[in-house]
């Protein structure tokens, strides 16, 4: 018999199958469905800043129209989102409380809030808000994409860092820190994040990428569920990250098969998060990752987590830069004994 229990930003999981943030928690009862299917953990759909400023926007009118009423009106402003407000005034970051409130009463496992902004400001308060709501951690979703070509790469990793330190802040419970793969020095921004207090990061995110329709002569917006193969790369940074920062490891993106779920581990993740394995499938697929790690386990002779999480890791103490090259130029060795070498054809 297998154990599959494991630990994510000091929290007790009871295996490491995460439902990653997407629209099957929008709702209690689909968060209990989560729950009930077997997942570690559930991670809350985004809470965005806009709706966040929106929302304090929409208070502080309501407010400074009747600031001038005698003190017994008081009594008629309706509640802000901040106090928890269930009027039908209340706005979209007030209905997130309220079902993070009612969603982390209801399950057995860790239900974690995410928060997703570009900016520092006084939305990333709100934090505390969801930490008072029952969040037992906050997945902070630091969406900035620099359209200004005169954004320097030091300034997009400083707003990252200064936007985890304000939220840091704010709460006491966990924070992790999803991210994108694109910065100039991956493995740096990772150990500054660390070093700057994140309980967590979560590799990657995947941001919007426009596309251009020849037919119609529009710029067209969609986003698709993540396939297999774009595990590569969070499974490439977590081997290497595996024993250099103290943040628990989440993987996300790519994870279709338990085949999946174990090469993360391999390659030192703590969990393993998945949307679109649920989205696609249905919810019924996380017993079938879990059964098929279980089962993997088992064949492979290990009877914990601990015995596989990161024996695939870039070992520590090597030559990093060196390690990945040695891996680059085997891989091209490996392609010329499939494909053969077109320069050597023509010598």
């Known amino acids: ?160 860092v200064e936007i985890l330190q304000q939220v840091k802040a704010a709460v006491t419970v966990p924070v992790a820190v999803k991210l994108s793969p694109h910065f100039s020095s991956m493995g740096e921004m990772a150990m500054r994040l660390d070093r700057a ?27 698709g569920l993540s396939a297999p193969a774009e595990a590569r790369l969070p499974r490439t940074w977590i081997a290497i990250l595996h024993g250099h920062v103290t943040a628990s490891l989440a993987a996300t993106t790519g994870v279709d098969q338990a085949e999946d779920v174990a090469a993360y581990l391999l390659a030192g993740a703590d969990v393993v998060m998945t949307a679109s394995a649920l989205l696609r499938h249905g919810l019924g697929h996380a017993a079938v990752l879990l059964d098929g790690l279980d089962e993997w386990m088992r064949r492979k002779g290990f009877g914990t987590l601990d015995e596989l999480r990161g024996r695939l890791a870039v070992p520590v103490g090597v030559d990093h830069d060196a390690y990945e090259r040695a891996g680059y130029v085997a891989a091209l060795q490996q392609l010329r004994r499939t494909y053969g070498d077109p320069l050597g054809a023509r010598s």
Do not use: C, K
């Open 1 to 160: 018999m297998t154990d599959l229990s494991t630990s994510y930003l000091g929290l007790a999981l009871r295996n490491p199958l995460v439902a990653s943030a997407s629209p099957l928690s929008q709702g209690v009862d689909r968060v209990r469905a989560l729950a009930d299917a077997g997942v570690g953990a559930v991670v809350m759909y985004s809470l965005f800043e806009e709706e966040v400023h929106r929302d304090q926007l929409h208070d502080l009118m309501v407010t400074e129209t009747h600031e001038n009423a005698f003190g017994e009106a008081q009594s008629y402003f309706p509640s802000t989102a901040a106090q928890g407000g269930s009027g039908p005034e209340s706005g979209g970051a007030d209905r997130y409380l309220r079902l993070l409130e009612q969603a982390a009463v209801s399950v057995d496992v860790p239900v974690i809030a995410s928060l997703n902004g570009s900016t520092p400001g006084g939305w990333v308060g709100f934090a505390r808000s969801m930490q008072d709501a029952g969040a037992a951690a906050v997945e902070l979703n630091v969406y900035f994409v620099p359209g200004d070509p005169h954004t320097s790469g030091r300034d997009v990793e400083d707003r990252h």
């Open 197 to 223: 207090g994140a309980d967590g990061l979560v590799l990657f995110n995947r941001f919007l990428q426009p596309d251009v329709d020849p037919e119609q002569l529009v710029v067209t917006t969609s986003t």
